[in-house]
């Protein structure tokens, strides 16, 4: 009999007890359903969060000194020159750059001081970014305005007004779906409430020197839109720093921490305030900036495909700076601690995928245990007859495999119309988990990952399970009696 025979054989010898194959099936099926929804919900949701992270703060690369990433001083500032834009504009792989400078310096007003942290930035680059706008209070309830509006207002609403005190909001919708949320009558009091807390608007585009601060850092500075605010630090070079600027809005991010201690300032702004320029002998000027940061075409991901092309990128501006004073850092070691915080949650879903993986392992080892006592009197005599061990055991080989790439192939053509729709169409969080994210600027969604390598570890792992269960059959085959088992 050739070996397309004992193959027909042992896929009918499948269907001869049709419960015990499904069961078998099944079992490692679900393992695999739930392993790669598990583990591309855990990808998709990771290289979101990176994304997000990377691309909004610390970019994909940065250009920045030698030393400054092991002492972040702003005397290790580079020189923010044509040239280096140039070399940025010719790249097709680099999508957006954006320089920053920052630093931090003593915010007062009158008695009250208190720490800041200075960000110089391009305004509409920040707004093309990070979308700045949604992040400066349009709405803010200080103690006059509260003060004011309670006054003619009846005690339940004013109690639950009160509630809102000197808290800032981005929109009319997000501040009167929180006063609504609360119970608050907002059909009879919230056109008084938009007029008696609104902000000076904020025009983008006519910043000149007027700077952005965190909503809690003005109130703590008892300080508003249109009034001035003190700043005192270390500038460029050891000279110091010292300026008074127009407060032309407030920020309301979703983290407080920033609210408190944010000052943001044009670019321009920043780095005359910090001195951070030179004259050279033709008398043309040399602005400086932190560092350089820059987004590619490609996503910043936990897939090792996606940093390579990325660190592709870093080496060819590397190549064409062509300065030892210079150096490209790429995403991974610009936020190690997000690195770090992932690979422990990524390890704890390895455990889990594994303890599943043990369960069903046990699960498809009982039952072919049972499968080989079932049919014990079978193989004793199918040897009886002549069909020798060897034969017998590939026979037996083949039904194993046949049940794992059944489980397998099903698990995944179950699984493929999941994972496209969650990738296509993310779960959108709402809620203290959406605001959770919102904390960190960015979008309340957990997408899949889609159809990617960690497809190929769930058929590695079916495999070695198939694999160790066959052991044991084929085991339990080499030592069989045929006369004990004629007599099962």
């Known amino acids: ?42 990808l998709g949701t990771y290289s979101h969060m990176i994304d997000n992270m990377v691309t909004q703060f610390s970019g994909h690369l940065q250009i920045q000194d030698v030393d400054y990433m092991d002492n972040q001083m702003i005397d290790y500032s ?151 605010i003190i700043l005192i ?43 951070a320029y030179r004259l050279d002998d033709n008398q043309d000027t040399t602005y400086y900036v932190n560092y350089v940061a820059m987004n590619t075409v490609y996503q910043a991901s936990v897939r090792e495909g996606d940093y390579k092309r990325i660190l592709k990128v870093k080496n060819e501006v590397e190549e064409k700076l062509n300065n030892k004073m210079l150096t490209v850092v790429g995403w991974r ?36 245990m049972m499968m080989i006592a079932e049919r014990k009197r079978e193989f004793g005599m199918m040897m009886a007859v002549g069909l020798k061990r060897r034969k017998l055991s590939f026979i037996v080989s083949v039904e194993m495999f046949f049940i794992g790439m059944i489980a397998t192939v099903a698990g995944i053509v179950v699984t493929a119309p999941i994972i496209w729709y969650g990738h296509v169409h993310p779960i959108v969080l709402r809620g203290e988990a959406a605001k959770s994210m919102d904390m960190y600027n960015m979008e309340p969604v957990l997408p899949f990952q889609s159809f990617d390598t960690y497809i190929l570890s769930q058929l590695l792992v079916v495999a070695v399970i198939v694999a160790i269960v066959l052991i044991y059959a084929l085991l339990k085959i080499r030592k069989l009696k045929v006369i004990n088992a004629l007599r099962a």
């Open 78 to 228: 580079i020189p923010y020159t044509d040239s280096i834009k140039q070399i940025l504009d010719d790249n097709k792989d680099v999508d957006f750059y954006f320089p920053r400078i920052q630093t931090g310096s003593l915010a007062s007003s009158g008695l009250n001081s208190k720490f800041a942290l200075v960000m110089g930035v391009d305004y509409q680059k920040e707004i093309e970014l990070i979308d700045l706008k949604r992040n400066v209070a349009e709405f803010f309830l200080d103690s006059s305005a509260i003060r004011i509006l309670t006054e003619g207002m009846d005690k339940e609403n004013a109690e639950i007004l009160l509630k809102y005190k000197n808290k800032a909001y981005s929109s009319k919708l997000d501040l009167r779906e929180n006063l609504f949320a609360d119970g608050f009558d907002t059909a009879k009091y919230i056109s008084e409430v938009y007029q008696k807390t609104a902000l000076l608007e904020v025009k983008y585009n006519k910043y000149g020197e007027d700077v952005l601060v965190g909503y809690k850092l003005a109130q703590y500075l008892e300080l508003t839109v249109g009034d001035s």
């Open 233 to 275: 630090g270390q500038g460029f070079e050891g000279a110091t720093a010292v300026g008074k600027f127009r407060i032309a809005g407030l920020l309301n991010f979703p983290a407080d921490a920033f609210n408190e201690r944010f000052v943001y300032m044009p670019l321009h702004t920043a780095q005359i305030y910090l001195s």
């Open 333 to 368: 070691n610009l936020n190690k601690d997000l690195i770090q915080g992932i690979q422990m949650d990524n390890e704890s879903g390895k455990i889990m995928i594994f303890v599943l993986y043990l369960i069903i392992a046990f699960g498809v080892l009982g039952t072919v």
């Open 1 to 42: 009999m050739n070996i397309f025979g004992d193959i027909r054989i042992a896929w009918r010898n499948l269907w001869r007890n049709k419960r015990r194959t499904i069961i078998t099936i099944s079992s490692i099926f679900f393992a695999v359903f739930f392993s790669i929804l598990m583990r591309s919900f855990q």
